[in-house]
């Protein structure tokens, strides 16, 4: 199906995409890799009269060590992600959620902050973002603001941005010498996820230190498995030591019912996944 007709808009700067967008207000759509919006727009489940392209703004891509933290700006492409060496190596789950995004082709078109942005809570990079207590920078009229990625994911598809606002970058505190693992259950290549865990552990002479686990496609948003991490702090790592760990994954959850499964089910598969993703973790 051919979209609704809508007028473009192409700025080369973030101070000309935020006054574009003051312009048209409501009726606008911003598009960054364009993954997720152009099926929307095909289908005509919207039709904005104005697209404002986010393609030729240079300011928003890169990558950059900022110190204590990673810094992945928000046009920054999946595939340019999963290649560089600052964020394998202060942010490995990133990396390893990344690579497990959709096929080649979407990753070298889609991006980063706009993966993010979409906040589909079976999206793959979310739950990792949230494990590693990500921030998200905002832009708006009044300036910037950075908005804790436990605040930042509100419901379904619904982010802490608004309306008049662009996430510019997300920063990433490091990471450095974690083991992390994404384990991500599908039926078929390349869908996704049924359910997914991001595991970031710290070992310490064969225990375990500190803990992050995210849980993806388990809610309404993405969440964080924060009984999982306190109950394997101290504890070594080995399958028992962790299972037991992993069975409290589930806990407080409120999965979907679908073709690919039900509530239950996934409640099942998040305490089987976690395991294998922690052990993963903490051997790798």
Known sequence: MIPAKFDYVAPTSVEEALSALADAGDDAKVI???QSLLPVLRMRLNAPEVIIDLGRIDALRGIRDDGDAIVIGAMTTHADVQADPLVREHATLITKAVTEVADPQIRHRG???GALAHAD???DLGAPALALDAEFVIAGSGGTRTVAASDFFVDLFTTAIEDDELLTEVRIPKKTGWG???EKF?????????VAIGAAVKVDGGTISEARVGLTNMGSTPLRATSVEQALVGQPATDEAVRAAAASAGEGTNPPSDLNGDADYRRHLATVLTRRAVL?????
């Open 32 to 34: 960054a890799g364009g």
């Open 111 to 113: 991006t980063f902050g």
């Open 121 to 123: 809570p079976a999206g």
């Open 180 to 182: 992390a693992h994404y």
């Open 186 to 194: 599908v039926r078929v290549a390349h869908q996704w996820p049924i």
């Open 280 to 284: 993963a973790a903490a051997g790798g």
